[in-house]
């Protein structure tokens, strides 16, 4: 394993511990998400170059897309749910209540 993929890697791993061990707040979540998504996105960049194709060059640009789209509706509903619930504790939050 190339130290480049072990930090990708790692970059990614941490993100998902985090994600999966520290959901207090709704912020800290969508943090996780972000680096993440980050670390894909660094790491197709460097797929992108090493194989060296011409048919593969857009893809880190539309991850980036996604990612901007997917960090906006993160946003979005962490103002909604502050206005509504007052607070961004993934405790306070029940799904089923309407």
């Known amino acids: ?16 511990t985090g994600l999966a ?36 060059s857009p893809l880190p640009m539309i991850l980036l897309t996604f990612s901007a789209c997917e960090a906006s509706a993160g946003l979005g509903l962490l103002v909604a749910t502050a206005r509504t619930h007052a607070t961004d504790r993934l405790q306070n939050l029940n799904l089923l209540q309407c």
């Open 1 to 16: 394993m190339t130290p480049t993929h072990f930090a990708f890697s790692a970059a990614f791993t941490l993100g998902l």
């Open 21 to 56: 061990l520290h959901r207090h707040h709704l912020l800290s979540a969508l943090l996780c998400l972000e680096g993440m998504m980050l670390s894909l996105f660094l790491a197709l960049s460097l797929w992108t170059l090493q194989i060296e194709s011409a048919s593969f």
